[in-house]
């Protein structure tokens, strides 16, 4: 079992930068892929990074690409996800995901999830 807890969010002006933390507990962090999605109010939770095991490689959706940055500490095992020109586009609840194979864009592929944080851009 894997255990994740996101911290960070907030209400932020558009333009703004925040920066997501989430602390895993419960396995090998360095044996898992991590990702970030979101969900706003009525629409479909979508992918937004992933990060390898290793942090070597990072994946974004197009929508993010540019802006976002996915990084991880295995030695405080705790991911991040710096967010820099938000807009209010990119207001939703962020959730943290882990799983141990190769990293998908799907959330049904992942077998762990953290609770969620609130981000609200403002116009």
């Known amino acids: 079992q894997v255990q994740l807890v996101e911290s960070g969010g907030g209400l932020v002006q558009a333009g703004g930068s925040l920066r997501l933390s989430c602390a895993a507990s419960?396995?090998?962090?360095?044996?898992?892929?991590m990702a970030w999605f979101r969900q706003a109010p009525e629409k479909e939770r979508e992918f937004v990074a992933a990060i390898s095991w290793d942090g070597r490689r990072t994946y974004y959706a197009n929508s993010v690409k540019g802006r976002f940055t996915i990084s991880r500490d295995n030695a405080k095992n705790t991911v991040y996800l710096q967010m820099n020109s938000l807009n209010p586009q990119d207001t939703a609840v962020y959730y943290c995901?882990?799983?141990?194979?190769?990293?998908?864009?799907?959330?049904?592929?992942?077998?762990?999830w953290g609770q969620g944080t609130q981000v609200t851009v403002s116009s």
């Open positions: 419960g396995r090998t962090f360095s044996t898992l892929v």
């Open positions: 995901a882990a799983r141990t194979r190769l990293y998908s864009i799907y959330s049904n592929d992942y077998d762990y």
